[in-house]
T-cell receptor, first 112, second 114 residues
Framework: DTAVSQTPKYLVTQMGNDKSIKCEQN?????MYWYKQDSKKFLKIMFS???????INETVPNRFSPKSPDKAHLNLHINSLELGDSAVYFC???????????FGQGTRLTVV | AQSVTQLGSHVSVSEGALVLLRCNYS??????LFWYVQYPNQGLQLLLK??????LVKGINGFEAEFKKSETSFHLTKPSAHMSDAAEYFC????????????FGGGTRLMVKP
């Protein structure tokens, strides 16, 4: 069983479209995250979310929004996609204030 | 605020040679420090971590790292490189009072020559 799973693995879409990436974890964790890895492999936190608090990296455009239907899922919605949104997006989970985060396999988003 | 600097975006070693990947951090509070490995087209896997206690930490696949507060460093080493170690390595930091939102360094690609 995959601990943190993301779908789809690859996503190619046109500028201006709205898309979602799904993330599910079966580890019983209470906190989930989204990270963005750009073309230079630089990783940056986008969001941290548990059932009490959403923490947003201030540099993330408001076209990006996380939605959590339950503790095991944190989906990433992106509106009005731009070329610069092309990247690999990683979902992760942990127990709040624990010392280890578990990462999904990543979703490679290509905006054309 | 935290930041992480990894010196050397690419490191090349011969199989059997020592691996040394450098990481320096800055943090306004005592940090938790991590090394993650990313194989091609894969997610990130935790190699090792420092939280408190012993400053020399051992991880998977024969890697270890030493937390040196005076040098604000957390360099990753392995005595003998194996071909399978070729990957991208990321050092990361999080303040010990702020959950687990990681700040990553820019990564170091390790290449292992036969």
């Amino acid at each position: 069983d995959t601990a943190v799973s993301q779908t789809p693995k690859y996503l190619v879409t046109q500028m201006g479209n709205d898309k979602s990436i799904k993330c599910e974890q079966n580890l019983g964790h209470d906190t989930m995250y989204w990270y963005k890895q750009d073309s230079k492999k630089f990783l940056k936190i986008m969001f941290s979310y548990n059932n009490k608090e959403l923490i947003i990296n201030e540099t993330v455009p408001n076209r990006f929004s996380p939605k959590s239907p339950d503790k095991a899922h944190l989906n990433l919605h992106i509106n009005s996609l731009e070329l610069g949104d092309s990247a690999v997006y990683f979902c992760a989970s942990s127990q709040f204030k624990s010392t280890e985060a578990f990462f999904g396999q990543g979703t490679r988003l290509t905006v054309v | 605020a935290q930041s992480v600097t990894q010196l050397g975006s690419h490191v090349s070693v011969s199989e059997g040679a020592l691996v040394l990947l450098r990481c320096n951090y800055s943090s306004s509070v005592p940090p938790y420090l991590f090394w993650y490995v990313q194989y091609p087209n894969q997610g990130l896997q935790l190699l090792l971590k420092y939280t408190t206690g012993a400053t020399l930490v051992k991880g998977i696949n024969g890697f270890e790292a030493e937390f040196k507060k005076s040098e604000t460093s957390f360099h990753l080493t392995k005595p003998s490189a194996h071909m399978s170690d070729a990957a991208e390595y990321f050092c990361a930091v999080t303040p010990n009072n702020a959950g687990n939102m990681l700040t990553f360094g820019g990564g170091t690609r390790l290449m292992v020559k036969p």
